[in-house]
């Protein structure tokens, strides 16, 4: 994709002629006779071991496209535009022709996806005409077929790709030959998260089960460790969660706490405890690119936008795993958070609620683990007692602390079986029910109350339970909740 800049070359060629020689293996790959025999997924499974490189040895795949491509620039009439766009589209057809289809009939035909990573290679990268190599190669694609099975889509790990491309009119590499010209909506609005999400726990232990956890918000970590699960091996939920962690942070490796970046930071702080950055902070765009945040909010002019980030389990248990390896990772955290408060970069009025919910979280993670009767337990997205919890949060005695019921029965129920599950937060602006603390609890959620007014700032669920029947039937009825009022807000 990158040729050397020493040696002058014409692009536009060079493009086609990768392309041509991607579109003949391709072709050649599923047209062998004793291939088209096979199901579908053997042939896939075929396809991938041929393709996919998995280490730094190369494929044979990449081999046959260099060897094509050395067989297209010896042909003598390649030189010729004209004649390389219809080698180009004839290439497109036989690989469309030979790709297998997903029934007999062939009405489901499976489509060729060409992504290209680390794009941003592309648009920094200019010929002689100030041309980026990205348009160059944009021009390429715009000549292949319509419904021809093949589809391009680039990737990368920064906004710039999509600095939000310019209005049609307003672009330089725009067409008025009446084909290519056909370009995606800029955003588009499509569910992703909880779609895999079970049928509701009937019980503590299906409740607290890491695989049904998982599925909570993307996709990607459920069905990863469902797969490895069903492989078997050692360690699947910590490497479910170190990906996820990884992820988080934009790294191959975690880094040490001296070594985390302000953007870093406040990926996992707002993981766990949801935090609000101002609105035309920097940091935003960072988060979206490259820290897993969701973008919420972009602005009409293009100068800012706005991130977020929904409650999704796997990322709040690799944040707050990376947060308990170690004190310096919490005090590094703390103290650019407290940065942060006096330099203007988080929204009006949350410095006080976010102090409160990290002192929450961090009572939750040194309060001993109560067994949740699963083979697997996530240690920083697990259960415990909340007498446990209270004494781990105020250094007193449980039966000295002020609860909300006067009953000595409702107290002490209160504490023999109060359990209390949750390992992030999420903001809310209305009051619960009793069936949405469930469904907090279901999720592993405490959540923030609409920041700046009076009443509760916080509060979780507490779910009644003898502590000795893991397979104890679920029942909102024995759902109640503690709520957290932070005083010194309050002025």
């Known amino acids: 994709m990158l040729p050397d800049q020493a040696v002058k070359v014409d692009l536009q060629e060079r493009y086609a002629r990768l392309l041509t020689a991607i579109f003949r293996v391709v072709a050649s790959f599923f047209s062998k ?17 041929y393709s996919l490189q998995l280490d730094d040895t190369p494929v044979q795949f990449a081999c046959d496209v260099q060897e094509e491509m050395k067989m297209l620039a010896e042909q003598s009439n390649w030189d010729n535009s004209a004649t390389r766009i219809r080698v180009l589209q004839a290439a497109a057809k036989k690989m469309n022709q030979s790709v297998p289809s997903t ?6 035909q499976l489509k060729v996806l060409l992504a290209i990573d680390e794009a941003r290679n592309l648009v ?29 889509v680039f990737t990368d790990t920064t906004s710039r790709l999509a600095n939000f491309s310019p209005a049609l009119d307003d672009d330089p590499s725009a067409r008025p030959d009446g084909h290519g010209a056909e370009l995606f909506e ?23 089960s890491p695989g049904r956890l998982l599925t909570y918000g993307g996709p990607f970590y459920g069905l990863y460790y469902e797969h490895a699960t069903k492989k078997g091996g050692a360690n699947q939920l910590e490497n479910t969660l170190c990906i996820a962690g990884l992820k988080l942070l934009c790294r191959s490796k975690f880094p040490t706490s001296k070594m985390l970046t302000q953007s870093q930071i406040f990926a996992l702080l707002g993981s766990v405890i949801h935090t609000r950055l101002y609105n035309k902070s920097s940091i935003h765009t960072d988060l979206v690119s490259s820290h897993a945040a969701h973008c919420m909010f972009i602005d009409p002019t293009r100068e800012f936008i706005i ?3 929904p409650s999704q389990f796997p990322y709040a248990s690799a944040a707050s795993a990376f947060l308990a390896r170690s004190h310096c990772n919490w005090d590094r955290c703390i103290n650019v958070l407290a ?19 990290l002192i929450l979280i961090y009572a939750m993670q040194q309060t001993i683990i109560l067994d949740s009767g699963n083979e697997f337990t996530i240690k920083q997205g697990h259960s415990v007692r909340l007498r446990d919890f209270l004494n781990t949060l105020t250094g007193k005695n449980p039966k000295e602390i002020r609860l909300g019921t006067k009953s000595p029965e409702g ?16 903001r809310i602006g209305y009051t619960p029910s009793a069936k949405e603390l469930m469904e907090f609890l279901h999720e592993g959620l405490a959540v923030q109350c609409k920041p700046g007014q009076h009443g509760l700032d916080d509060l979780f669920t507490i779910y009644l339970t003898p502590e000795s029947d893991p ?3 679920l029942d909102h009825k024995n759902i109640t909740f503690c709520g957290v009022q932070n005083q010194k807000s309050r002025g």
């Open 186 to 208: 800029p955003i588009y609005q499509i569910p992703s998260l909880d779609l895999f999400v079970p049928a509701l726990p009937k019980t503590w232990r299906e409740l607290l």
């Open 411 to 426: 107290r002490k129920r209160l504490l023999d079986e109060g359990r209390i599950f949750f390992n992030h937060f999420t």
């Open 339 to 357: 940065l942060a408060v006096q330099n203007g970069l988080l929204a009006n009025g949350d410095a006080g609620e976010m102090a409160t919910r």
């Open 307 to 309: 991130s977020d980030y």
């Open 33 to 49: 006779p004793d291939r088209q025999d096979k199901l579908i997924k053997d042939q896939l499974d075929a396809w991938n071991k």
């Open 103 to 108: 029934n007999q009939e062939g009405v489901a």
């Open 471 to 473: 397979d104890h039937e």
């Open 124 to 152: 920094e990268q200019t010929d002689d005409e100030e041309v980026s190599y990205f348009r160059l190669f944009r021009w390429v694609l715009a000549e292949l077929p319509i419904s021809g099975g093949f589809f391009s």
